[in-house]
Each structure stands twice: as structure tokens, then as C-alpha cells.
């Protein structure tokens, strides 16, 4: 007997238009930019019923790594600098770093896993993601679990 996970990652894009809305409604109401959930329903073109229903349900996934260990695999090669790129990467967006473990390099490459506590992110954890990727000399960077 096989059991249905709980929780799913969906690609925004395969999404009800209900879930996103309620998302930015959520948004609004975090920043202050409105004061109460009527003005924020209003706002994103929903009722308050509707935000009710899915407020507990829907959230974007930088919330649900905010304050959590999130563990990240790194292909980079196999070059002088790489990895202090990726750990100044990892600094400059707030994340402190807990572990690194290092492959040796086979073929011109090496695998990195880095436990990060992603609490201190002055961005959301795609942005770190976005700019590790960026750095000279990364082949590949993903999220293995937070």
C-alpha cells in the first residue's frame, strides 16, 4: 500500500491562477504594503473567502527554506578558485555555511555538497542558486534538501 506524498514543488506555471494570487496577497499583507486581508483580496482580484481557503495551503518555496539547513550539490571544475568563488557566492548572499564536502576530481571535475543555514539570505534561496550558478567554472547547481 503505497501512501500520497503530502507536499509537492509545482512549477508556477502548472498552478491555478487562485494559488498565485493568493500567494501575492500573502505578500502584500507580510510587507505592509496593505493593512488588512480584505484590502489585499481586493487588490489581487479575489475574495477573502478564497484567501482564507488556500492562505495555510500555498506559499513560495524561499518561505518554506527560510531558517532551514539546505543542503546544495555543486559540479564544478576542476580549476584554482572555484570554490572560494562559490563560497564568497554564498557569503556575499548571507548564508552561512555548516559543512563542505568535497569529491575528488575525476574527469576534470568535482562534486561539492555545502550545508547552508538560509536564514540570513538577503534573497530568496533561487537567487543563491541563480548566482552560484554563475560563477566561472560551475558546471551544475541544485538543491538536494532543505
Not at 503530502?6 to 505578500?27: H, W
Not at 550539490?73 to 570554490?83: A, D, F, H, R, T
Amino acid at each position: 500500500m503505497s501512501t500520497q506524498p503530502k507536499y509537492f514543488i509545482v512549477d508556477t506555471q502548472a498552478l491555478p491562477d487562485i494559488f498565485l494570487k493568493v500567494v501575492e496577497a500573502k505578500r502584500l499583507l507580510d510587507t505592509g504594503e496593505v493593512r488588512t486581508v480584505n484590502q489585499a483580496a481586493n487588490l489581487v482580484g479575489i475574495s477573502r473567502s478564497a484567501f482564507y481557503k488556500y492562505k495555510d495551503m500555498v506559499r513560495p518555496f524561499h518561505d518554506m527554506l527560510s531558517g532551514r539547513i539546505v543542503n546544495f550539490q555543486i559540479l564544478m571544475k576542476n580549476e584554482p578558485g572555484v570554490l572560494s568563488a562559490v563560497l564568497n557566492a554564498f557569503a556575499q548572499c548571507g548564508a552561512n555555511i555548516l559543512t563542505i564536502n568535497q569529491s575528488i576530481p575525476a574527469g576534470g571535475s568535482a562534486l561539492v555538497h555545502i550545508g547552508a543555514e538560509t536564514s540570513g539570505l538577503k534573497m530568496p534561496v533561487e537567487g543563491l542558486l541563480e548566482r552560484s550558478q554563475s560563477v566561472n567554472g560551475v558546471v551544475r547547481c541544485e538543491i538536494l534538501a532543505g
